[in-house]
């Protein structure tokens, strides 16, 4: 028989391959998971090996927390790195400073990280405080936006308020009503003059005079 001293045992390696496990409150730097299930508490070991499991976790101060093909929740992590890939997450109140997410879906609040690319992804953030926050082929609904740069591309985004003061220091004139036949993108004078002139007869075009 195994003995049971092996549960609670203070030791610094405690693999474990084809279990069941639960851990919560542990207090080891590196948790990876490899194809199991275990039921740990309390442990103060310092290596945990498992891999391809399902993971429940709760307060824990690891700096290194990796997680593959899984579903994972957790709540008030104070780890600096969690990456996760084709999972779903849902995290709220964390302070890492990276937070890499690829083909997932996330529903951060009140996220203090620095750098949060996302690519293919729905995301909606409220009260963001990061720095630079690119968003590609996404939806995007944001509010209360504290970052300096926010760059969107090929998304729906919607920008209520134009100011017309704020056209003419970019270069662009007020607005002229527009004749008709010509195109609604044809209303300053610098494309007026470019691309929207009426149409002269054929023996008068300059295309049609080198010809």
Do not use: Y
């Not at 957790?74 to 083909?103: F, I």
């Not at 990280?113 to 590609?136: E, F, L």
């Not at 995007?140 to 300096?148: E, I, N």
Request: glycine content about 4%; aromatic content about 2%.
């Amino acid at each position: 028989c195994r003995p049971r001293s092996l549960l609670l045992s203070p030791n610094l390696v405690t693999p474990t391959v084809k279990s069941h496990q639960r851990q919560s409150h542990s207090d080891g730097q590196v948790t990876p998971m490899v194809k199991s299930h275990q039921w740990q508490s309390h442990s103060a070991g310092q290596v945990t090996p498992t891999v391809r499991s399902h993971r429940l976790s709760g307060h824990t101060n690891g700096k290194v927390i990796p997680t593959a093909k899984s579903q994972r929740r957790s709540s008030h992590t104070n780890g600096k790195v969690t990456a996760m890939a084709k999972s779903q997450r849902r995290s709220s109140h964390t302070n890492g400073k990276v937070t890499a997410m690829a083909k997932s879906q996330r529903r951060s609040s009140h996220s203090d990280g620095k750098v949060t690319p996302m690519a293919k992804s729905q995301r909606r953030s409220s009260h963001t405080d990061c720095q630079v926050t690119p968003t590609i082929k996404s939806h995007r609904l944001s509010s209360h936006t504290d970052g300096q740069v926010t760059p969107t591309v090929k998304s729906h985004q919607w920008e209520p308020r134009a100011d017309a003061q704020a056209m003419e220091k970019r270069g662009h004139a007020p607005r002229l009503p527009a004749l008709p036949g010509a195109p609604l993108k044809c209303r300053t004078p610098r494309f007026w003059e470019q691309r929207c002139s009426p149409p002269l007869p054929l023996q008068l075009s300059p295309l049609h005079q080198h010809s």
